[in-house]
Structure formats: C-alpha cells, structure tokens
C-alpha cells in the first residue's frame, strides 16, 4: 500500500489559506516547480477535506478551475464530508469518516501516494496515526490570518525527520517523513 502524504502550499506565517479560506493569494506562487511536478506524478488518489473541496480555488475564472493541481493530476478523489451531494459528481467519491476514506484511498493509489488536501484531514490523519510525510511549499509572502497549516488546540508536539530540501522561483520546498 501507499504512503498518505499532506502537502500543502503555505505562507511563511503559516497560513494556506486567507481569511475566509481565500486562495486568491496562491495564484502568483503557482509558478513552475520541480517538487511538486515530481510528485504529482507519484499521486495514485486524494483524499480531501470538505472545505477544501467545497472551498475557494486558486484558478478561479480559468480553464484550470477545479481540476487538481490546476489539471496537472487525475485520478480517484475522496472526500471526507458528512453532507453528500444530491448530485454525483464525476470521479469523486464522498466518504463519510476518517477510517473508511483512508482505506478506500490507499486502496485505490496501490503503491503511490494518498494526497491529502485539508489541513483537518491532515490533522485528524496525524492524530490516527495514519500520516507518514509532509511537503509543504513555502511561498514568500505573509497572509496574517487565515487557516493555518497545521492548528492543534492545546498543542501537540509531532517529531518530523527532514528528507528533502529544494528550492523554486516561487517557493521553498520542505518535504519530511513523521517520525513515529
């Protein structure tokens, strides 16, 4: 089976989305970079936060709107919600909790990765010990407010061990395993 993967685009302040879960600030950081085009080609399915789903798009009023990683990936989307829609929607699975979506994902990704999109996907896969790596792409920016890349009320401590370090026009890559 897959490894299940966070990855995310994040300010230096921490934040991956503005108030209001605004993406509109991502749209000039989504330049060319060689980290994120290596592993889009090692995605086998996603798993996605509702909100994250549902949310804003960076490529909004293209031809990439709502197309992952703006049309650079297809494949098996599950999203993790407690509200399925009335209407199917082509290629998405909706799953309705954390245990059944991860086993469907990693199911459907064989041995490439499970991507996980949603800092509260991510967050609740880290607390079921399910999480195994991390990249996050640091933009130079400073949004101020917004969702947070990771928020654990009360705090919790979680060991990283750094695998990758590289650098793009646009951003810093990080990319690191969980230490268990």
Known sequence: ????LYSATMSLDGFIAGPGGD???LTEYLGPNPTVGEVIGQIGALLIGNRTFRGDDPHSGTDKEGKPFGGGWSGPQFVLTHHVPDVP????????DLHSGVVAA?????DKYVNILGAEVARQCLDAGVLDEILVCIAPVLLGDGMRF??????K?????RLKLTHAPQATNLWFRVVR
């Open 106 to 110: 990693k199911s459907a990704a064989g």
């Open 89 to 96: 929607v082509p290629g998405v699975t909706f799953v309705g």
């Open 1 to 4: 089976m897959g490894r299940m």
């Open 150 to 155: 990771f928020d654990h009320p009360g705090g």
């Open 23 to 25: 993406m509109s600030w």
């Open 157 to 161: 401590n979680v060991k990283l061990e």
